[in-house]
């Protein structure tokens, strides 16, 4: 299992920030399980207020992310899934989708959560997606990932002049 080794993350005092989780439409069953697990998390870690924004597929995530990371949240959650076919299509997506995140997180400063499943089957995204039944929930690691790493940020000090 994928999950083995993560981290068990402590979030302390993360009611006043600002956070946005952008999630693709594609796969709604998978998408469904991915936002709940997303707001169950929110709520975990006491974020009363958050945006929750929809995008058609997985590719638009990183143009999205980029627009909610410059109008001022503190982290970004996205979420998606890409589910391998038959052509070279999945893996320019998910390449396309990684580095765009990546991009938009290096470039912002702002935590970006990477919720994005890349998977071979319909099977395997619904055992990551936080349902019923589900060994994982990808949704709710993505944006404690997120919150976590916004906090320890505004932790940081200023440097000094």
Known sequence: MSGNGAPQLTVTDAADLRVAVVAAQW????????????????????????????????????????????????????????????????????????????????????????????????EQALDRAGLAGSSEDKGHEAVTAAVATAAVLRAVPEPRA
């Open 27 to 122: 796969h709604t069953t998978v998408m469904d399980g991915l936002l709940g697990g997303a707001l169950r998390a929110l709520e975990e870690l006491g974020v009363p207020e958050h945006t929750v924004v929809r995008v058609p597929g997985s590719f638009e995530l990183p143009v999205a992310a980029r627009a909610l990371a410059l109008r001022g949240y503190d982290a970004v959650a996205a979420l998606g899934v890409v589910i391998r076919g038959g052509t070279p299509h999945f893996d320019y997506v998910c390449q396309g989708v990684t580095q765009g995140l990546t991009q938009v997180g290096v470039d912002t400063g702002v935590p970006i959560g990477f919720g994005v499943l890349t998977c071979d089957t319909e």
